[in-house]
């Protein structure tokens, strides 16, 4: 229960992506409305205290030598509400006396001139307010007598209600938008998550043994990079088990011939045991000679199987390719004296290094001399020659041997693959097991004429490490 809980979810993921940017979205936009709605309700309430305000200025007037200054009934009537705002107003005569009004109303910041008004706030009795003042001339006598001052003030409680109630209804329209914003995510989500679900069904509902690649026809653009790299993924698990099952097949059918030789030795040798006293030396000389071919041939079908897992799966490391070479060649040298062959090595001194598998690295280079070895008549000549060409280490295997037709050559890489009337004995692996290592070596193998007359030549290419 606690590992479901805490599982990752793809849908919540997405919807979590596409709502947490709306819900700040929603917030700044919550903001941007309250700042819109005290803006307007300031707005109003300032034009609202604007227009008494010139009501009451244009009352003011010279009656007599006196002047008066009556409050219009509807320049306060404005203010009606349902909040009982109170209204604060004060007229001052051009010497600043008091005219009418509350005495202890605000006073502006600076005294008005002209037609310009002054909006200021201010707190009446500890309430806050909101307050205008303006500016009125007087003329008397038919002379300009100055500039009485009208002041006008309201206190806040209807303009924060309004304020407030235009805030909550944009609010209210947000949160509505997202609501339905949320619904529409969710079933968007359900409908463009259908062909990943309907992909998770048909990984499901396939048979644990099946390799068959997935069909990336219905799904759509995003998801077919993972239908592909899951068809390549079975693709390489379908080479693999194809490599493994002619690997057991090869192994058992190469197997079969030595036990079967080396059965009917063992049965020649019983039989002829009290008859003839060499018959049993033949026997025990031919079943080690049997033995012999059965190690080297395990041997090589260990080395196949390794070479084709691949060049991912090897352990590599940087080697001394002309250590490697010289002492497989050495190794060798025991045989070649024993068939009256000259077996020379040449190559440069500096070291060449190669990035790979030191034993698969030996195989190679023991299963193609051993090859050129076998091929060449007593007498002959095997040459084997490193050297650094253009970024790559070269390995070339010359013999005087009777060589191979060109129309041949592609066909003695293929595993147990025997060239018929050659007269020499083996398994036909060497050159698969050449081939396959090479190959997990990002290299390149192929066979040429020999140069310097009659024969073979096998070069081996491998990528070289750049000089320490």
Known sequence: MRASWHARSLRRELLGWLLLPLAAMVAFNAWTTYRDARQIADLITDRTL??????????????????????PPAALEMFASEDRDRVIYRVNGPHGELLTGYPDAPD???????????????????????????AQFVVSDGTNGGEAVVTLSQTLRSRDRFERELWLRSLRDQVMLMAVAVILALFGLQFGLQP??????AVRRRAPDSLEPLDSGDVQQELKPLVTALNEALAQVRRQVAAQRRFVANAAHQLRTPLTSLKAQIGVGLRAADADADAPREALAGMRSTVEGMKRLSNQLLSLARAEQGSALLHRETLDFVMICRNAVESLALTA?????????????PPLNVHGHAMLLREMILNLVENALRYTPEGGVVTV??????????????DSGPGIPEIERAKVFEAFY????????GS???LAVVREIVASHEGMVELQDRAAGPGLAAVVSLPALPPS
Do not use: C, N, W
């Not at 910041?109 to 303006?134: C, K, N, S």
């Not at 990943?196 to 069904?201: Q, T």
């Not at 025997?418 to 004995?425: A, C, E, F, K, M």
């Open 428 to 430: 036909g692996l060497g």
């Open 337 to 349: 004296v024993e068939r009256s062959i000259d077996l020379a090595f040449e190559a440069p001194s």
């Open 196 to 201: 990943l679900l309907r992909l998770r069904d």
């Open 418 to 425: 025997r060239r018929l009337g050659s007269g020499v004995d």
């Open 385 to 398: 020659k490193l050297s650094a060409q253009e970024g790559m280490a070269v390995l070339r295997v010359e």
């Open 50 to 71: 604007l227009s008494s305000t010139r009501m009451i200025a244009e009352s003011v007037h010279e009656s007599d030598g006196v002047i008066q200054a009556p409050i």
């Open 108 to 134: 502006p910041p600076q005294r008005p001139t002209g037609f310009q008004p002054i909006y200021y706030q201010g707190t009446y009795h500890d309430e806050p307010i909101r307050a205008v003042a303006l």
